[in-house]
C-alpha cells in the first residue's frame, strides 16, 4: 500500500464518501424498503386485499417469512466470516486492499439490482442475490475500515469515524426519499425499481473515492503470488497472535462482539418487529409510519455520531461506549414493556437513532486507537468484522429462534437486553484499566 498523508483533507473526504456511497443497502434494502417489500410479496391475502397469513414454504417446510429473513442474513453473514479473515491477509501482503475494497462494492451494488426480479414464486433463488449483495457490504467494510488509522492521526480519528457514519446517513436517506417520492408518487408497483437505484448510487458515488484513495504501492507487484491462500493464514495467524498479547485489544473485541450484537440485531429486525408487534391504524399508516421512523433514526444518527464524538474528548471512548450501551439496555426494556402503540415507536426511533451512530463511528474509532504500530491493517480490521459479524449472526439467529418458538417477536427483545449487559460489564473491566488512551 502506498503511504499515505495522515489528515489529508483531500483523502479523508474521498474516503467517507464510501459511507456516503455504500449506506444505501443498509438502509434501503435491510431496513426500510426491502422488508417492506418482502413482506408485501411473501403475505397472504384475502379477496379484500387483507393479509391473512405471513407464512411462506421456504426449502420444503413452512416459516414465518421475516424468520425466514433472519435466517438468511445470519447465512450471508457467515460467508463473510468465513472468507474475510484469509482474504484480508492476502490483500495486507499484496499491499492490494483497494482491489478487494472494489470487488465487493461491485459485487454488492449489481446483487442489489438484481433484487429487482425477487419472487415469492421462487424464493430460494430470489435470496441468492441477497446474499450476494450482502456479502459484497459487509465484506467491502472490512477494508475500507481498514483505511482509518492510516488516514488520520490518532487524535483525530474519533471524528473521521463519526463524519463518514454521518455521510453515511445522509446520503442514504437522501436516496430513502427519492425512491419514496417515486413509490408513493407513481405507484407502490415501482417499489422495485428502488433496488436498481441502490446499485447505481453505490457504484457511482464509489468511484470518487477509488480514484483517491492509494491502491498498490508498485513494490508490491513483484511480491511472490503463488500460495495465496497459504500466506493470507500466515498474516492472519501473525494478527491473532499479537491480539492476544494485547488485553485491551483483547478485551474490546470481546465487549463489542456482545453489544454490537444487540445493536446490529435491532437494525436487521426493526422493521419486521414493527410491522408485527405495534398496533396500527391500518396497514397504508403502518407503511406511513414506519418510514418517517426510519428516517428519524437516520437524521437522528447524524446528531448522535457527532455528539458522542464529542463527549469522548471529556470523558474518553470506553466511557462514551458506556453511555450509549446504558441508554441501548433501557431502549430494550422500553420496547419490551410499553411499546405498542404507533407514538411508543416513534419515541424507539428518536433514541435508537441518537446512539446508533454514536456507538458505530466510537467502537471503529476506538479498535482503530487500539492498534499496534502495524501494516496489517486489513487483517486486524478482519477480526473486528469478524466479531461484529459472528454477532450478527447470533443475534438474528437467536432473535429468529425465540421468535418461533415463543410465536412473537417481542419476547426476543430481552435477548437484546442480556447481550448489551454483558458487553456493558467487559468495558467496564477495561474502563479499569487505563494503560491506553481510550
Given at each position: 500500500m502506498a503511504i499515505i498523508k495522515k489528515d489529508d483533507p483531500k483523502i479523508i473526504k474521498a474516503w467517507t464518501f464510501y459511507d456516503w456511497a455504500n449506506s444505501v443497502f443498509p438502509l434501503v434494502i435491510t431496513s426500510a424498503i426491502f422488508p417492506n417489500f418482502y413482506d408485501a410479496v411473501t403475505s397472504t391475502k384475502n379477496e379484500a386485499g387483507e393479509i391473512i397469513s405471513h407464512t411462506v414454504n421456504f426449502l420444503g417446510r413452512d416459516f414465518e417469512n421475516q424468520n425466514i429473513y433472519s435466517f438468511v442474513y445470519a447465512f450471508a453473514l457467515s460467508i463473510v466470516v468465513l472468507i474475510s479473515p484469509v482474504l484480508s491477509g492476502i490483500a495486507d501482503y499484496l499491499g492490494n486492499k483497494k482491489r478487494f475494497l472494489q470487488f465487493f462494492c461491485y459485487l454488492g451494488a449489481l446483487s442489489s439490482m438484481c433484487l429487482f426480479f425477487f419472487s415469492k414464486s421462487h424464493i430460494e433463488l430470489s435470496f441468492i442475490p441477497f446474499i450476494t449483495a450482502t456479502v459484497g457490504f459487509w465484506g467491502s467494510l472490512v477494508y475500507y475500515n481498514s483505511y482509518l488509522p492510516q488516514i488520520a492521526s490518532e487524535q483525530n480519528q474519533d471524528k473521521v469515524s463519526a463524519r463518514g457514519f454521518a455521510m453515511g446517513y445522509f446520503g442514504s436517506s437522501l436516496l430513502l426519499i427519492i425512491c419514496l417520492a417515486i413509490i408513493?408518487?407513481?405507484?407502490?408497483?415501482?417499489?422495485?425499481?428502488?433496488?436498481?437505484?441502490?446499485?447505481?448510487?453505490?457504484?457511482?458515488?464509489?468511484?470518487?473515492?477509488?480514484?483517491?484513495?492509494?491502491?498498490?504501492?508498485?513494490?508490491?507487484?513483484?511480491?511472490?503470488?503463488?500460495?495465496?491462500?497459504?500466506?493470507?493464514?500466515?498474516?492472519?495467524?501473525?494478527?491473532?497472535?499479537?491480539?492476544?498479547?494485547?488485553?485491551?485489544?483483547?478485551?474490546?473485541?470481546?465487549?463489542?462482539?456482545?453489544?454490537?450484537?444487540?445493536?446490529?440485531?435491532?437494525?436487521?429486525?426493526?422493521?419486521?418487529?414493527?410491522?408485527?408487534?405495534?398496533?396500527?391504524?391500518?396497514?397504508?399508516?403502518?407503511?406511513?409510519?414506519?418510514?418517517?421512523?426510519?428516517?428519524?433514526?437516520?437524521?437522528?444518527?447524524?446528531?448522535?455520531?457527532?455528539?458522542?464524538?464529542?463527549?469522548?474528548?471529556?470523558?474518553?471512548?470506553?466511557?462514551?461506549?458506556?453511555?450509549?450501551?446504558?441508554?441501548?439496555?433501557?431502549?430494550?426494556?422500553?420496547t419490551y414493556l410499553v411499546a405498542r402503540l404507533p407514538i411508543h415507536f416513534y419515541m424507539v426511533a428518536f433514541l435508537v437513532g441518537f446512539v446508533m451512530g454514536g456507538i458505530q463511528a466510537l467502537s471503529r474509532s476506538t479498535y482503530s486507537k487500539l492498534l499496534p504500530p502495524t501494516e496489517d491493517h486489513t487483517s486486524f480490521f478482519s477480526f473486528y468484522d469478524v466479531m461484529e459479524k459472528l454477532g450478527m449472526i447470533l443475534g438474528t439467529v437467536t432473535f429468529g429462534l425465540i421468535s418461533e418458538i415463543m410465536g412473537g417477536m417481542r419476547p426476543s427483545i430481552l435477548s437484546l437486553a442480556v447481550y448489551f449487559i454483558i458487553g456493558f460489564i467487559v468495558l467496564t473491566s477495561m474502563e479499569k484499566d487505563k494503560s491506553q488512551n481510550c
Open positions: 408513493m408518487g407513481i405507484g407502490r408497483q415501482y417499489t422495485k425499481y428502488s433496488f436498481l437505484l441502490v446499485g447505481l448510487w453505490w457504484i457511482g458515488f464509489a468511484q470518487y473515492t477509488f480514484k483517491i484513495l492509494p491502491g498498490t504501492h508498485p513494490s508490491n507487484n513483484t511480491k511472490e503470488k503463488k500460495g495465496l491462500f497459504l500466506k493470507g493464514f500466515k498474516e492472519i495467524r501473525i494478527v491473532f497472535n499479537q491480539i492476544l498479547e494485547i488485553p485491551q485489544l483483547k478485551r474490546f473485541l470481546t465487549g463489542y462482539f456482545f453489544y454490537n450484537m444487540g445493536v446490529q440485531t435491532v437494525m436487521v429486525v426493526a422493521v419486521l418487529f414493527a410491522r408485527n408487534e405495534i398496533i396500527w391504524e391500518n396497514e397504508k399508516a403502518k407503511t406511513t409510519s414506519l418510514i418517517i421512523s426510519i428516517l428519524i433514526i437516520q437524521f437522528v444518527g447524524i446528531l448522535g455520531s457527532f455528539i458522542f464524538s464529542k463527549i469522548s474528548t471529556q470523558i474518553g471512548n470506553i466511557r462514551s461506549l458506556m453511555i450509549a450501551i446504558f441508554i441501548w439496555i433501557f431502549i430494550c426494556g422500553f
